[in-house]
Antibody, heavy 122, light 109 residues
Framework: QLQLQESGPGLVKPSETLSLTCSVS??????????WAWIRQPPGKGLEWIGS???????YYSPSLNSRVSMSIDTSKSHFSLTVTSVTAADTAVYYC??????????????WGPGILVTVSS | EIVLTQSPATLSLSPGERATLSCRAS??????LGWYQQRPGQAPRLLIY???NRASGIPDRFSGSGSGTDFTLTISSLEPEDFGIYFC???????????FGQGTRLEIK
């Protein structure tokens, strides 16, 4: 059973860089056509896709965050990472990592981590 | 960018009642729409993919319908664990585009 788990600091100061890691277990990261993704949810609000990365390292980012976001992947360590630069209070959210499925689930988020709350505050 | 608009914003119903949730796309997305359930304090989970297909392990009281621009999620008889927030998501332009609806909150009346 594929499992994902986010990790990283729960508090980041304004103007600094947010860095999170998603550890993947129970399955290979370099199989099929699966992409790996970050999604966030500000408190009491909806879901916002941040970006997705393929096991080869190719990436797609949300246009609204493209200038501040970077993702990387290390399949040998079974994890992928997110950095968001120059954070403000508007970046406070629960951050989820997820898999974009393959086969019949192509393009849908079929596995999710439990999420990690990141607060931007001095 | 394809915009997804969900209605209503909040739906108040009692256990045993039927729930009907709507998602409208700003352009034709064929059947490339999914529905997710988010229980309080939990991550979302995939319920329906490609408009009408239930994901693995999803009870048959959940059904999806629609194509083009108008989609519906129906819960035939609400169970207590069905209350939460429901999101729609389109994959028509993936890659590179992914968009979600703003969500419908299903609350106990």
């Amino acid at each position: 059973q594929l499992q994902l788990q986010e990790s990283g600091p729960g508090l980041v100061k304004p103007s600094e860089t947010l860095s999170l890691t998603c550890s993947v277990s129970g399955g290979a990261m370099n199989s099929g056509t699966s992409y790996w993704a970050w999604i966030r949810q500000p408190p009491g609000k909806g879901l916002e896709w941040i970006g997705s990365i393929f096991y080869s390292g190719s990436t797609y980012y949300s246009p609204s965050l493209n200038s501040r976001v970077s993702m990387s992947i290390d399949t040998s360590k079974s994890h992928f990472s997110l950095t968001v630069t120059s954070v403000t209070a508007a970046d406070t959210a629960v951050y989820y990592c997820a898999r974009l499925g393959s086969g019949p689930y192509y393009g849908y988020f079929d596995h999710w981590g439990p999420g990690i709350l990141v607060t931007v505050s001095s | 960018e394809i915009v997804l608009t969900q209605s209503p914003a909040t739906l108040s119903l009692s256990p045993g009642e039927r729930a009907t949730l709507s998602c409208r796309a700003s352009e034709d997305i064929s059947d490339m729409l999914g529905w997710y359930q988010q229980r309080p304090g939990q991550a979302p989970r995939l319920l329906i993919y490609d408009g009408s297909n239930r994901a693995s392990g999803i009870p048959d009281r959940f059904s999806g319908s629609g194509s083009g621009t108008d989609f519906t999620l129906t819960i035939s008889s609400l169970e207590p664990e069905d209350f939460g927030i429901y999101f729609c998501h389109q994959r028509r332009n993936w890659p590179p585009e992914i968009t979600f609806g703003q969500g419908t909150r299903l609350e106990i009346k």
